[in-house]
């Protein structure tokens, strides 16, 4: 596609309830990045997925949070026994081929609330 | 690990006034440098990026920033602010054999008419 696409934009869920979150990076991108934003707080590096190589999961902040990149494109990151500190809006990124100087395209985010 | 500094969370400016916001970043070897803008309800968007060579760096709307190794800054400027400059402005740097970017805290610009 033409830009890296999240879904869905908004979610409201309960406290304890397992949450997915999409996304679909840039045709050919190969590498893709998670990020949390949480308020006043910047953006905090969740994981790294570049071609079939192993994620650099280091920056899941619990065993709660997974994710996973099916054929080389799509992402899903998913949140299990949601609790109300993990509000915040998760922004997905592609790159050409890892970091290497090409910076980020972001997608536009999805706000998730734990209520 | 890198990390950045953006020491100015908000900054309100007059329209077509000139304005500055502040990057430092840790200190390494070489590293590449980002500023990403974000405008309300959006995701980020790279204004410029500073790899290697020259170090004043131009990027889209106007913006310009400068890299200066031995103050380990990267501040971003615009002579001539627009309202349309209102945003959340985020600097980020790596070190060229990193995986992924470090976020400052962000700066939010706030152009007064």
């Known amino acids: 596609g033409a830009g890296v696409s999240q879904s869905p934009s908004n979610k409201v869920t309960e406290k304890g309830k397992d949450v997915e979150l999409r996304c679909d990076p840039i045709s050919g991108h190969t590498a893709l990045y998670w990020y949390r934003q949480s308020l006043g707080q910047g953006l905090e590096f969740l994981i790294y997925f570049q071609g079939n190589s192993a994620p650099d999961k280091s920056g899941l902040p619990s065993d709660r949070f997974s994710a996973e990149r099916t054929g080389g494109s799509v992402s899903t990151l998913t949140i299990q026994r949601t609790q109300q500190e993990d509000s915040a809006v998760y922004l997905c990124?592609?790159?050409?081929?890892?970091?290497?100087?090409?910076?980020?395209?972001f997608g536009s985010g999805t706000r998730l609330t734990v209520v | 690990a890198q990390s950045v500094t953006q020491l100015d969370s908000q900054v309100p400016v007059f329209e077509e006034a000139p304005v500055e916001l502040r990057c430092n970043y840790s200190s390494s070897v070489s590293v590449y440098l980002f500023w990403y803008v974000q405008y309300p309800n959006q995701g980020l968007q790279l204004l410029l990026k500073y790899l290697s060579g020259s170090t004043l760096v131009k990027g889209i709307n106007g913006f310009e920033a400068e890299f200066n190794k031995s103050q380990t800054s990267f501040h971003l400027r615009k002579p001539s602010v627009h309202i349309s400059d209102t945003a959340e402005y985020f600097c980020a740097v790596s070190d060229p054999g990193a995986n992924n970017l470090f976020f400052g805290t962000g700066t939010r610009l706030t152009v007064i008419p």
């Open positions: 990124a592609s790159s050409l081929a890892g970091l290497r100087g090409h910076g980020y395209t």
